[in-house]
């Protein structure tokens, strides 16, 4: 069954994109067409194959001592934030009218 | 001594350096030069780094004047792709989101070439975070092809090819997720490499797709390519990409063996393929004719999966994008909506304004991919359909030692001539399915077509981790066809004379 507007508003909520009226049309229109492009991928029979989740087979985690390095310094990496207060990134209200906002 | 820098392969730059014939500094103003005059036209740049260039050239020249040894690529004129970073320089993705983002350090495939001695002389035009096939996703503008400026140089690595095929720099790395290297570079007649993900570090380079992206270089000749390639995994394994292996060697050192009984595989049905331009199958045909000619023996093999592997991409490289981009938020750095008062509402104004068209379709898919209910159906399904292409082409790689099919189906095309982004997904048909499992592959000029008069390049892939000998068969391909070195012939002597 395609998408409709109103589950594509859904998507966009969950995605954290705020788009306008004519941009969810256009929206729904697009995943439509671009999930029917998906349907070769459904016409296998898949039950006992595996997936690869990455090219690279025997991936393991690499770490290394816990040690203190140097980082990147807090000028740098407040440098690029559109918006800050001494030593933080400033963002506005996460709690607005007693819930989350 | 007076010579063109668009004639020179990166092998004399360095030699004429380190002979006297000219100075680094020369060469660095010889680059500038050239940019100043083709780049009007081709906008391939989104930033030129004059101080930066002019900085790296004095401290080669300095060197040489003390007697030091020079670095393998000294004074080689070099540009990245705005999707890698690099002190000193903006990293925008080309993208309202990173507009004014500062680099805050250097990517390690960026500092390896600085490391080998090259000039940086800019950051190149992209489409927006790499989603696209012609460069006109771009926030800022297009690129145009330097062969018909007209049309579009591919993309999504659009500015890295039509740099170096208009001649203002010599060696240019560009990213490839689902064909991105490999795409542009036959539109552009250049060579392109994808190497095997593994073998660049992607430390540094936005992510777009995680488990597909991979890092490679543009040159107008194939020995260009390999000495970038050798620069670039000079170090071994970085420490700062977890998936990066330790492939240090010398791309160069069987560069030019004999292909002499060695086999190349074709894929019959895939050379009659609904789509695939009359003059690019002519072209193919010519392309395995010469490789016949230079002693390879030509097998049929069969990737009975690749057909889907398109499906395949677009369930899984959204999603992938969809995670990778979520830290864009307008908080920590990137566009951010102004005259917000909740959070919530900040994050969504600035994604929806900081991004363009195409990079909210794709996070867009992704965020549906990804949910509840729906994973199973298609991510799951389409990482086991990658299980399948991986042993396609282990099957064939059983029997070859590369395989040859174009790179992309046609020759460039109109700007806006295509519209429909499925349409445009299709394009992609020759050169994503090797993303998927991880192999390599390298699209090679091999002859202007015979309609359009644009160039047409054949693309061989190998098999994961054997890239010198994926190089091997690209050098004798390059011997057999006379497009080595060809800059677009509007561009080629404008500026840039040393």
Known sequence: ?101 | MMARLDTLPARQVAAGIAAGDFTAVEVARASLDAIAARDGQVQAFLQVSEELALAAATRIDAARAAGEPLPPLAGVPVAFKDNMNLLGTRTTCASRMLESYESAYTATCVQRMLDAGVIPLGKLNMDEFAFGSTTDSSAFHPTNNPWDTRRVPGGSSGGSAAAVAAGEVTVALGSDTGGSIRQPASLCGVVGMKPTYGVVSRYGVVAFGSSLDQVGPFGRRVEDVALAMSALVAGGRDRLDSTSQDCEQDYLAHLDDPIEGRAVGIIPALLEAEGLAPEVRAAMQEAIGKLAASGARIVEVDLPNMANSIAAYYALAPCEAFSNLARFDGVRYGYQEPGCTALSEQLSLSRAHGFGVEAKRRQMLGAYLLSSGVYDKYYLAAQKVRTLITADYQRAFAQVDAILMPSSPTVAWEHGSISDPAALYLSDIYTISSNIAGNCGISVPVCLGAQSGLPIGAQLQGRAFADATLLTFARALERACEMEGAVAPACAGKGGEL
Not at chain 1, 2 to 8: A, G, I, S, Y
Not at chain 1, 26 to 45: Q, R, S, V
Request: hydrophobic share 50%; aromatic share 4%.
């Open chain 1, 1 to 101: 069954m395609p998408l409709t507007k109103q589950d594509v508003a859904g998507i966009a909520d969950y995605a954290r994109i705020a788009l306008t009226d004519a941009e969810l049309d256009e929206m729904t229109a697009y995943l439509n067409d671009a999930i029917a492009l998906l349907d070769p991928i459904l016409e296998y029979e898949l039950d006992d194959v595996e997936p690869t989740f990455h090219p690279i087979g025997e991936l393991v985690n690499v770490v290394r001592d816990d040690v203190v390095a140097a980082g990147l310094p807090l000028e740098e990496a407040l440098a690029n934030a559109s918006s800050r207060r001494g030593r933080s990134f400033r963002v506005p209200a996460i709690l607005v009218d007693g819930g989350v906002a």
